[in-house]
């Protein structure tokens, strides 16, 4: 029973992380949308931001899935409390520019932060197979999107 709730809080801690992220780079789009000097070297980053949404809604609900399947409730929100784990959420309260830099930045450190976070859930031994490989898969994905975060920020820097 216990390894069962550490299981459901593993994963209820990854949707929150995604559900940051989802929030981090609705929040990218804001900042975007906002600036003085709108132009459409800017189009893209919309278009990413916005797979990357829906990616990290497609994982949440993967993982709700899991958790409901082992008898618990998926988590709701984001992570606003001082776990294990630094949040998107932390992340994109510190936006403090709108240059497309400053954006790329804060969204590779969100991206950091969730990359820490799954290794940090594929570090738990007790996870099953087969949610070890799904967890896994996520982390991939989320690594293709850092990668493809940092180099963007590295064409500007």
């Given amino acids: 029973m216990e390894n069962t709730k550490e299981t459901i809080d593993i994963l209820n801690d990854l949707i ?91 969204c590779e450190a969100g991206e950091d932060a969730a990359q820490k976070a799954y290794k940090a859930a594929l570090d738990n031994e007790e996870l099953p197979h087969f949610l070890r490989e799904m967890i896994h898969d996520q982390k991939d994905l989320l690594l293709e999107s850092h990668d493809e975060i940092k180099a963007l920020r590295d064409q500007v820097a």
């Fill in 16 to 106: 929150l992380i995604n559900n940051d992220r989802i929030a981090g780079y609705e929040k990218a789009m804001e900042e975007l949308k906002s600036k003085k000097d709108t132009d459409d070297e800017d189009l893209d980053l919309t278009v990413l931001f916005e797979k990357m949404i829906d990616d990290s809604r497609e994982i949440r609900n993967a993982l709700g899935k899991e958790v409901q399947v082992l008898g618990g409730e998926m988590a709701e929100g984001t992570m606003t409390s001082g776990k294990i784990y630094r949040a998107w959420m932390d992340v994109k309260s510190v936006f403090t520019g709108k240059d497309r830099q400053t954006i790329l930045e804060n």
